[in-house]
């Protein structure tokens, strides 16, 4: 990637942007994940930007919207400053100046530096939900921002929390994949099916929705499973297996980089990857 300056034009603010070289920016992907803790939706999101940069989707903007997420830690990489300090600061008087073009650059100012650049994809992290002010200005602010940001990227991947307030608050506009992970058990699927109904209320155009099977053992997936998952209003997209070797890189604190390539949650995601990418059909081993 070559950093450079780009204008980015937000309520008549120019924000400055890293410029990518045109023939990267192959997609405009707007992936969203989401499923209980637990369930493996940040190694999920990790392994994505390790697959699509493999498969050479870039660059990629990694979005962790979970509070109690480690998607840095799972991609290997510094976490950067937290939106939601900057929301905070920018709808507090004191923190921040009134109005008018001080507040609006300090607010510019500290979104560029929250971004941790790293190779063939950004971090940005949103950090803990509301306070009791008015964060109406600001959102606004990120929202479009972030919404400016994400065409300048070939993949957006949103880690998100179980009630995907991300999306809730309208931190972005559109979705391409609503994807829900679930673990091999009746309660984390019907959690999905729960995620899938409030993702028709929400205030937020997503085109697809689809559903991972996280943790599958080597039997496969139990007949009452097998029978709900194919009642779901969801595409169904490759399971992952049960992968000791991933499961021990993050009780380690490695990141999904270290592990091997030939490593079965990879493979599986892969193929997940090429599936976003209308590359090949979705697989439900």
Known sequence: MIPGPSGLLVDGWSFVIRHFPP????????????GKGGTGKTTLSALLVRA?????????????????????D???????????????????????????????????D???????????????????????????????????????????????????????EHLSRRTTNNVDYLIAVLNPTLP??????RILQLADQLPVNIAHKAVVVSRVGPQGLAGPIEGELAELEARRLQNIPQDDTVEQAGAEGRSVFSIEETTPALVAVRSIAQTLCGKESAKSP
């Open 23 to 34: 023939q990267e920016v192959l997609l405009n992907l707007n992936i969203a994940i989401a």
């Open 52 to 72: 699509f940069r493999e498969q050479g989707v870039r660059p990629i903007l990694a979005v962790d919207a979970d509070p109690n997420s480690n998607l840095a």
């Open 74 to 108: 799972a991609l290997g990489v510094e976490e950067g400053r937290h939106l939601a300090d900057i929301r905070e600061e920018g709808s507090s008087p004191e923190g921040s100046p009134a109005s008018g073009v001080g507040r609006a650059r300090a607010i510019e």
């Open 110 to 164: 500290e979104i560029q530096r929250a971004i941790t650049e790293a190779d063939g994809f950004d971090l940005v992290t949103m950090g803990r939900g509301e306070g009791p002010r008015c964060y109406c200005y600001v959102n606004n602010l990120l929202r479009r921002c972030l919404d400016m940001l994400a065409r300048n990227y070939a993949a957006v991947i949103v880690d998100n929390e179980a009630g995907m």
């Open 188 to 193: 984390s699927l019907r959690a999905v099916r």
